[in-house]
């Protein structure tokens, strides 16, 4: 079975720096899927970041991106410019492609606080 | 617009009763989850479903069961087995299939068991 970690519980940024937050996961699959998501406040859990295994080229939208790492098993997320607005929960998933695609699993979280 | 709603946002149960957390979804996905977050925590997966009248127990199922009758609908009753139920439940839905598609989350149902 896959397993994810964030080896982050807590971290935080000053406003307008840039922040990175780990994600490693285990896994004998070739392909696969890892997402970013965020959970503010609200408890809304919203997507960020996608990324496909099997591309060599790091994902990004807009003041996110990623640093994929295959060999490495590593799957970090960088938010510069850091806002108020991206202070929340922070949650790495991958998904197998097994079993028609329904196995997701989340890490434990970090969340990320962004100091005015 | 089109999306996940579960309700109600809050629900108080007495120890010992049955209750029933609702979860809708009009994005015309066929796989659905519920998921259990206590505070400060990942989210745990208690139940799926990849197709309408079949559902899978997830990694926490005990105390817990579900229904697919309809395609949009799936809903979770915590039942008086479940030794800890208060916590925070989140409902998802995704596209099946491997093109990696997300999940998409409801707004979520806090439930709280005295």
């Known amino acids: 079975a896959q397993t994810v970690t964030q080896s982050q519980p807590e971290m935080s940024v000053q406003e307008a720096e840039t922040v990175t937050l780990s994600c490693t996961y285990d896994t004998s699959e070739s392909d696969y899927y890892l997402f970013w998501y965020k959970q503010p406040p609200s408890r809304q859990m919203i997507l960020v970041i996608r990324q496909e295994a099997y591309k060599q080229q790091n994902a990004t939208e807009n003041r996110f991106s990623v640093n994929f790492q295959k060999a490495a098993k590593s799957f970090s997320l960088k938010i510069s410019d850091s806002q108020l607005g991206d202070a929340a929960m922070y949650f790495c998933?991958?998904?197998?492609?097994?079993?028609?695609?329904?196995?997701?699993?989340f890490g434990p979280g970090t969340r990320l606080s962004v100091l005015p | 617009d089109g999306g996940i709603t579960q309700s109600p946002k809050y629900l108080f149960r007495k120890e010992g009763q049955n209750v029933t957390l609702s979860c809708e979804q009009n994005?015309?996905?066929?796989?659905m989850y519920w998921y259990r977050q206590d505070p400060g925590q990942g989210l745990r997966l208690i139940y799926y479903s990849q197709i309408v009248n079949d559902f899978q127990k997830g990694d926490i199922a005990e105390g817990y069961s579900v229904s697919r009758e309809k395609k949009e609908s799936f809903p979770l009753t915590v039942t008086s087995a479940q030794k800890n139920p208060t916590a925070f439940y989140l409902c998802a839905s995704s596209r099946k299939g491997d093109g990696g598609y997300e999940q998409y989350f409801g707004p979520g149902t806090r439930l709280t068991v005295t």
């Open positions: 994005l015309n996905h066929d796989a």
């Open positions: 998933a991958y998904r197998s492609l097994d079993n028609y695609g329904q196995n997701f699993v």
